[in-house]
């Protein structure tokens, strides 16, 4: 989206509105010292809430350095809220998983503000501050 035209912008926005496509923002505030703890505390946070929901997959947006972590954070996470044997997870690219790019462009016009975010905000069921 950074790479985009504004009026580009506007149009990935608009159509992924047209999906129905329905997104839960994880916000981590300054009470984390580094990204890395803020990327853990929505992940445990996620796979909370998914397992609750009884959802069955998560795939998450590769990131370089990311994906270990982020595996023994799940495999901990899974554990706890006993659905290890009922959910699996993964890390895939935009480029070999499409769909990945809606919640990166959701994301990408909530962190923007202003235009951007009142595009994005029919889109966003709940904002979980943690």
């Given amino acids: 989206m950074v790479k985009e035209s504004p009026a580009r912008q506007h149009t990935i926005l608009s159509t992924i509105a047209t999906l129905g496509a329905q997104v839960t923002i994880y916000q981590a505030g300054a009470g984390f010292r580094s990204h890395v703890e803020r990327r853990g505390a929505c992940l445990e946070r996620l796979v909370e809430d998914i397992a609750a929901a009884g959802h069955t997959r998560l795939l998450l947006e590769s990131e370089q350095g990311e994906e270990a ?28 998983e499409p769909l990945l790019a809606i919640p990166d ?26």
């Fill in 105 to 130: 462009a959701i994301a990408w016009a909530w962190a923007r503000g202003g235009d951007a975010r009142r595009r994005a905000e029919p889109l966003v069921t709940n904002h979980i501050r943690l």
């Fill in 69 to 96: 972590r982020d595996r023994r954070i799940l495999y901990r996470q899974t554990d706890q809220h006993g659905c290890r044997d009922s959910l699996s997870y993964g890390h895939a690219t935009a480029a070999s």
